[in-house]
């Protein structure tokens, strides 16, 4: 069964080694991207730089009780309606996961469910 809970400080490292991984295997396909975000360092400071957004957010799926995905995102108020974004470093989903796993996190993120 997985475990949806709110994103806390407390994942970011977790989250980071996720997003290490994810990474990883992009560049297998990609080889030209850059090196650095296969970097735990460099992933957990990404993560940690989108959870730091002021009007910011997120989730994360456990199974077992070990992060499978999360989802961060960030609230933006612009002139035609509030619009939420998730870049690059706010998401990331373990090898093997089904994608369905990060699309309730982004059911649950966007109010949803």
Excluded at 11 to 37: K, M, T, V, Y
Excluded at 69 to 94: D, F, I, K, N, S
Aim: charged fraction near 20%; charge should be negative; aromatic fraction near 8%.
């Amino acid at each position: 069964m997985t475990e949806i809970l709110p994103f806390t400080e407390q994942l970011i490292s977790e989250a980071g080694g996720l997003l290490d991984q994810r990474h990883a295997r992009n560049q297998r396909l990609l080889p030209l991207l850059p090196e650095r975000f296969s970097e735990p360092q460099t992933a957990q400071k990404a993560v940690q730089a989108v959870w730091g957004k002021p009007l910011g957010g997120g989730y994360a799926a456990f199974r077992n009780g070990q992060m499978v995905a999360y989802l961060l995102g960030e609230v933006v108020a612009q002139p035609w309606a509030r619009c939420g974004y998730v870049t690059l470093p706010g998401y990331a989903l373990a090898e093997r996961e089904d994608p369905a796993v990060l699309q309730e996190v982004g059911w649950i993120l966007h109010g949803a469910v």
